[in-house]
Nanobody
Framework: QVQLVESGGGLVQPGGSLRLSCAAS????????GGWFLQAPGKEREFVAA????????KYADSVKGRFTISRDNGQNTVYLEMNKLKPDDTAVYYC????????????????WGQGTQVTVSS
């Protein structure tokens, strides 16, 4: 059983940056691929970024390509999401997740989820 805890959310102005962290415990984290999803009020949870177990493969939603970077440090059991050039439309609760798949963008293929961290982009 893997437990995931996100941190790093907050209020930022448009054009600003944030770095989200997802700390894992309770399992062999390096055995899992990692992902980030967002959920805005009244909307479905949607894919943001994913990374394979060793970081060799990464995938991004079109809306964040060139602005967000996913990375991981297996020694620290942590996955990161570096978010730059933030827009008001990026406002949402951000969730990290772990999957036994090599890498996936599909929400239902993730086995474990964190509780989420709020990101608000506003002036």
């Amino acid at each position: 059983q893997v437990q995931l805890v996100e941190s790093g959310g907050g209020l930022v102005q448009p054009g600003g940056s944030l770095r989200l962290s997802c700390a894992a415990s309770g399992g062999t984290f390096s055995s899992y691929s990692g992902g980030w999803f967002l959920q805005a009020p009244g909307k479905e949870r949607e894919f943001v970024a994913a990374i394979s177990w060793n970081g060799g493969i990464r995938k991004y939603a079109d809306s964040v390509k060139g602005r967000f970077t996913i990375s991981r440090d297996n020694g620290q059991n942590t996955v990161y999401l570096e978010m730059n050039k933030l827009k008001p439309d990026d406002t949402a609760v951000y969730y990290c997740a772990a999957s036994t798949a090599v890498i996936t963008t599909a929400r239902d293929r993730y086995n474990y989820w964190g509780q989420g961290t709020q990101v608000t982009v506003s002036s």
